[in-house]
């Protein structure tokens, strides 16, 4: 591991000496040993020490210490230790005293802090340092560390090491006491003198030798291209035109983009922030500055993730970074950003940090490479430029992997494409997403570009002129790489693409015609078509598109001049038809040369070009082959844009999983979006919307502006009954939105869609549109959007509405006024019957205005988390009293409390409508329950379903409220409400109620004597009970026979109990659904409810929620193919999984779902 230093120690080498300094002024480690030995004791290290039977007996050998200067630390001034024998340290009493307290260091002891201190203060060695590192665990790391170095050193005489590793350690507060009762035992200080603090080390001058390389690093950076290559582009933006850079929005777990990330970008410059935002606004929507960007003070890890897609201008933004430090405008407090292009073969090929620094002067860059260990990174940034360009396997390397563990003060900067980014995720300090152009930037762009142009200004209107008027490629124009290649184009042959595939089609050909132009004496004015090119130039362009194809198949970007040679080019004259460009070093001292494409993009282009020539039969083969890798999602873009996607087979298995519902699914249909968006196929369009069932659900997957105009298109073009969009958390802003809307305007089959927008980035720029398409829905849920400013217009246009039945506004910062307005709407709206307002500051003030609705159609309305307070639901109550619609509401968490229920049942005694009364969390107590208890018992109560979770309730509150019920509820909810096997009510209950959630207590017997005699109850909901409590239950559910719905949630299941469940369900002829949420049941256990599968018709539905191990999925599933009722399967995997994974799942049910027999397919749902 490592690779930057030979590991030479051995277990009988002793500790390492003092630094030496070089001639240069630069003090640095040494790495040279001592000559002479010091033997460990003859029963090994440590560990053999602890676990040997005579621990107590000593194995010190008596051995002289060398007449110098003890060689630990040059920083510490501790003291020569006190404790001597015969003039000698008494090793003993350090032995002793090390092996006491040695499984505590083992457990406390932080390696990945530790180690560079050690290093610096010359306790070990880097190679010692690379051995413990070597080790997977902390744990191991930490014994690697003891049992090695620090035991030698004490064994040899010298304890200042021992005494070292403690005063690193009093500073890391899990370590502190344990590091003050060793120094009180060994009767030192527990306070190192001696030591240099953070700041002072932060602050002092760099040596000679990184000053040399600073200066190299800065020389070079000036000299490296930051505008696009010549080759490319006539007209380019003379000035920078700012990018939207972003805080990337953190509150889902289950993000997984669908974009694809460029190599270089013409037009990236700078980014100053726009504008100024009031605290308390949405922070992921702010705009930054590359300082901002940058700024990780303070943050105990510095690792920066920038994401962006393609042509989005990662590249350019690195090297603009690299840029600003070299001109003292950026991050002075590095000594050295380091950028390293991880598509560069020379950083690929790197073993050790030493290999990144690119210097080619050995003496220097062994200088530079100590000094950067010795401080532990401090002051120096790497960045990583292009991790998704890095091949996988390098990805884990520990050069790349663990730069963090060996640095642990340098700061990392990542440039990628999301889809790539999941290795990093879990260890960023910040992730930024780089948004490209607003629509304003784009006509700057133009603007700038045509500047120096003839008839420039003319030029530049008619274009966004035409833009315009062209929504398919407008749509496309906020990738900055976009608008300079239209602007080329446009500029050439006035002409204005309509999908990325005639884009880039128009380019290559522009490009190959110059190239045919400067290069060749045959006369060609014009090329028509990619298929129809000059014969000699046609050879090398698919000589061409082979290399690019080759390359994606083994992630491979750039190419040195053997391998072109290979392929039969030479590269001594490389012009690559125009499509080739001489590769950039950011070496500092330089390298041969290598090529690459102009773009990844141009040569994803290339390579799906060679795929789309292939025989029929192959071209199948790849797809199948590739159609998961991450590397190939634009390839199968262009491919279909080439293609059409005419061959049926390749379109099979491009359609998603019918039976298998997971995020890997929703993640295809968008890449099957846009293969039909660049297919520009109306009957593809037909065939993937009637695939689909009319319902497209892509919530949890970000959708750029690309993806919401491949979207949009299949949503205007399809003839069939649009049921279901559901784009929840889909990270849409209100250009996007205004994309979509517009396309379901223009689909007259759309007038009964149920439309899910909810937690988006939608402001009231999209409430005008939203609006006017109001009569397209039946249900809108716009939730969680920053609305407000402007609801109004979709209140008003609500007044007459005949279409909308649900609106759900949760979180939509709704204030009191604003109720004013809901109140109007719902007074002369006739057909809403459900609405959501939950998580509003509406309070007492904003209920008042409901109280006038009284003939409306409303009949559930939530008001869960609104403020009311004990005045509220007083308000609430005389609304209830007044309106005879409303059949279900729910008041949960709003700090009602005992006197607010008492205000809420004096209404409701005079209401004879409400059938559910939703009130988990208010602090309701004994004495609120006393209040339901007289509302229950009274002639006129129509209440039949009751939430009370969440509820301090007590054995007394359950008591009363459920001997009150005379009549059959449809639903009790008493989790959490702190019932005990004291309470004797619940038993009697179970012949009342046909569903019942609680908490099960430790005892209870007198419920399982009810459960076996009950045949009223449908549904039984038990949480968090233990495995004595579980078993109790089951064994009276095994002689029940009403309960068809059975749940458990949370505890534990052992597998007893497990067995004796499948058991009981295997003779039940009742129990149609079996839920186990988050239980916690041993996952060879689950295998066992396949079991009941092979045997039991009855059971139609089972959810699991479990970190469910794949293999034994695939089991279950193989299993699964016993029987042929089942119809629903959902299993939440809380461990990660692969596309592979859920590629196999999905042929595992459909080889059930196709067997013989099957008359209701099994549906599942990951």
């Known amino acids: 591991m490592g690779g930057y230093s030979s590991k030479e120690a051995s277990c009988s080498q002793p500790p390492p000496t003092r630094a030496s300094t070089n001639s240069s002024g630069g003090n640095h480690l040494s790495t040279q040993r001592t000559a002479e030995s010091t033997q460990i004791p003859r029963d090994g290290s440590i560990v053999d020490v602890l676990t040997s039977v005579d621990v107590g ?42 092996k006491t307290y040695y499984a505590k260091l083992c457990d406390a002891l932080p390696t990945e802090n530790v180690l560079p201190q050690l290093v610096s203060r010359e306790v070990i060695t880097i190679d010692e340092m690379d051995d413990v590192l070597a080790e997977k665990t902390r744990l191991r790391q930490a014994r690697a560390l003891l049992n090695g170095p620090i035991w030698r050193a004490i064994s040899g005489g010298y304890p200042e090491a021992f005494i070292t590793l403690l005063h690193v350690l009093r500073d890391t507060r899990s370590c502190k006491g344990l590091c003050e009762d060793i120094c009180a035992n060994l009767n030192i200080s527990a306070k190192d003198e001696g030591d240099v603090s953070c700041e002072e080390s932060f602050c002092s001058q760099s040596t000679v030798s990184m000053s040399t390389y600073r200066e190299n690093l800065k020389c070079k950076y000036e000299l490296l291209p930051l505008s696009s290559p010549e080759e490319l582009l006539e007209c380019r933006s003379s000035e920078y035109v700012n990018l939207f850079l972003t805080k990337f929005d953190e509150r889902s777990k289950r993000n997984k983009e669908q974009l694809v990330s460029g190599q270089w970008d013409s037009i990236l410059k700078e980014h100053s922030c726009l504008s100024s935002h009031a605290e308390g606004t949405r922070l992921d929507s702010e705009p930054l500055t590359l300082a901002d960007v940058l700024d990780v003070k303070g943050e105990k890890k510095k690792v920066v993730l920038i994401e962006g897609g393609p042509g989005m201008g990662k590249s350019t933004l690195a090297i603009k970074i690299c840029k600003c430090w070299a001109k003292g405008e950026l991050l002075q407090e590095y000594d050295a950003v380091i950028l390293l292009p991880l598509r560069d073969p020379e950083i690929q090929e790197a073993k050790s940090i030493k290999d990144l620094l690119l210097i080619l002067d050995e003496e220097l860059n062994e ?170 130039i046609a050879g090398q362009f698919d000589q061409l598109c082979l290399i690019a194809y080759r390359g994606r198949q083994d992630n491979k970007i750039v190419f040195s001049s053997l391998e072109l040679k290979g392929y039969g080019i030479d590269a001594s004259d490389v012009s690559g038809l125009g499509l080739l460009m001489i590769a950039p070093s950011t070496s500092v001292y330089g390298r041969e040369k290598s090529y690459n494409f102009l773009h990844l993009t141009v040569q994803e282009f290339c390579a799906a070009f060679h795929i789309s020539k292939l025989p029929a039969k192959e071209q199948c083969e790849c797809f199948k082959k590739y159609q998961l890798t991450d590397s190939f999602q634009m390839i199968w873009r262009f491919y279909s844009g080439m ?83 559901n784009l929840k958390w889909c990270k849409i802003d209100d250009d996007s939105c205004e994309i979509l809307l517009s396309s379901l305007l223009r689909n007259s089959y759309s007038s009964k869609l149920k439309l899910i927008l909810a937690d988006n980035k939608l402001t009231e720029k999209s409430c005008s549109i939203i609006a006017s398409s109001l009569a397209s829905f039946t249900k809108l849920d716009i939730g969680w959007n920053e609305l407000s400013k402007s609801i109004d217009r979709i209140f008003t246009s609500l007044h007459h509405n005949t279409a909308l039945t649900e609106l759900l506004l949760g979180k939509s910062s709704l204030r009191s006024s604003d109720m004013q307005l809901v109140a109007q709407m719902l007074t002369s709206n006739d057909t809403i019957s459900v609405l959501d307002i939950r998580q509003n500051e509406i309070g007492a003030e904003g209920c008042q205005y409901l109280v006038e609705c009284k003939d409306i159609s409303l009949t559930k309305l939530t ?45 409701l005694k005079c209401n004879n409508t409400i059938k559910h009364l939703g009130l988990c969390d208010n602090n309701i107590t004994s004495s609120g329950a006393d209040h339901l208890r007289k509302l229950f018992t009274s002639n006129h109560c129509s209440v039949n379903s009751i939430e009370l979770s969440d509820n301090p309730l007590k054995d007394e509150g359950l008591d009363l409220i459920l001997q009150s019920i005379s009549v059959t509820m449809e639903h009790v909810g008493i989790h959490g409400t702190g019932m005990t096997s004291s309470c004797s009510s619940v038993s009697t209950a179970l012949h009342k109620i046909k569903s019942i959630k609680f908490t099960l207590p430790d005892n209870c017997d007198h419920i399982n004597n009810s459960l076996a005699n009950t045949t009223v109850l449908e549904e ?147």
């Open 57 to 98: 007996k000593s194995c010190k050998q008596d051995i002289e210490p060398p007449p110098t200067k003890s060689p630990i630390g040059s920083h510490s001034s501790t003291q020569p230790v006190q404790v001597k024998r015969d003039g000698h340290v008494d090793v003993d009493k350090y032995q002793q005293i090390f």
């Open 367 to 536: 200088e530079v490479y100590k000094e950067i260990i010795k401080s532990g990174g401090e002051r120096i940034c790497f960045l990583l430029e292009g991790f998704d360009e890095l091949p996988d396997e390098l990805r884990k390397a520990p050069v790349f992997a663990k730069l963090t563990e060996k640095l642990p003060k340098c700061t990392l900067v990542y440039t990628s494409r999301p889809e790539s980014c999941d290795q990093l995720r879990h260890c960023v300090t910040r992730r930024i997403e780089i948004r490209g152009f607003k629509e304003e930037q784009v006509d700057e762009y133009i603007n700038n570009a045509f500047d120096k142009v003839e008839d420039g200004k003319e030029k530049a209107v008619k274009l966004i002129s035409q833009l315009k008027t062209n929504p398919l490629i407008r749509n496309i124009m906020y990738i900055p790489i976009n608008v300079a290649i239209v602007c080329h184009l446009f500029l050439l042959n006035s002409l204005v693409p309509n999908t990325l595939t005639q884009l880039y089609t128009l380019l290559c050909l522009n490009l190959i015609l110059r190239h045919i132009t400067k290069h060749n004496s045959s006369k060609v004015d014009y090329l028509d078509s990619l298929d129809d090119l000059p014969m000699e």
């Open 643 to 725: 293609t059409g996607l005419g061959k049926k087979d390749i379109l099979d298995h491009m359609l998603p999983s019918k039976w298998v519902k997971s995020d890997y699914r929703r993640r295809r249909t968008i890449e099957l979006l846009h293969c039909v968006y660049e297919a520009q196929n109306v009957e593809l369009c037909h065939v993937v919307g009637d695939h689909l069932e009319g319902s497209i659900d892509l919530r949890f997957c970000r959708l750029d502006q690309i993806s919401c105009s491949a979207l949009g298109y299949l949503l205007q073009q399809y003839r069939g009954a649009l049921k279901l969009v």
């Open 863 to 907: 008001m869960w988390n609104c403020g009311l307070g004990v005045v509220g639901a007083g308000t609430i109550g005389e609304v209830l009293s007044n309106n005879k619609s409303i059949e279900h509401i729910d008041l949960g968490e709003n700090s009602i409390g005992d006197s607010g229920v008492e205000r809420l049942v004096e209404h």
């Open 1020 to 1166: 039984l909901v038990l949480y968090d009970g233990s495995d004595v409590a579980y078993h109790t239950m089951i064994s009276g559910i095994s002689r029940n026979s009403s309960i068809n719905r059975l749940w458990f949630s949370g505890g534990h299941l052992d597998h007893p109990t497990v067995s004796y469940l499948v058991q009981v369900i295997n003779l039940s002829k009742s129990i149609t659904e079996l839920h186990l949420d988050g239980v916690d049941v041993a996952p060879s256990d689950y295998l066992l409810l396949s079991d009941v599968l092979s045997v039991n018709s009855v059971v139609k539905k089972i959810s699991i929620s479990c970190k469910y191990e794949q293999l034994l999925l695939f089991k279950f599933l193989k299993k699964l193919n016993c029987t042929l009722e089942v119809l629903s399967l959902s299993v939440t995997l809380e461990a990660e999984y692969d596309n592979q994974f859920i590629r196999e799942v999905e042929m595992l049910v459909a080889e059930h779902n196709q067997s013989d027999g099957v008359t209701t397919p099994l549906h599942v749902e990951l």
